[in-house]
């Protein structure tokens, strides 16, 4: 996630969202990225951390939770998870129906 961030531009206007982030990605150096470029972060600490100095919006967390739920349901799909489609406009055709077929039903 370091890497990604490093390479990311960022604005300061509007100030940008909160990121959410799994256990996998907490840790001290993340955090101070994050902190550095004025950025909040949604990511539960680990049980091995300390509780001092860190925030944890749950209902955020919640919500992050749904997207990634959401996306593994879509994976279910073989066409989607392998991404057999070559053109952009058919793999986001499938992707359509595929959301369709799972939650409007």
């Known amino acids: 996630m370091q890497a990604l961030l490093d390479q990311a531009q960022i604005s300061r206007r509007p100030k940008p ?14 955090r101070q990225l994050l902190r550095r470029r004025g ?12 509780k001092q100095g860190v925030r944890f919006d749950r209902e955020s967390y919640k919500a992050f939770n749904v997207v990634e739920r959401s996306i593994n349901k879509l994976k279910h799909f073989r066409g989607i998870a392998t991404r057999y ?21």
């Open 17 to 30: 969202k909160p990121i959410a982030a799994d256990k996998g990605d907490t840790g001290r150096p993340v």
């Open 39 to 50: 950025i909040g972060a949604v990511i539960p600490r680990l049980k091995t951390e300390r």
């Open 85 to 105: 489609d070559k053109r952009s406009e058919t793999f986001h055709s499938l992707n359509t129906l595929a959301a369709i077929v799972l939650f409007a039903l």
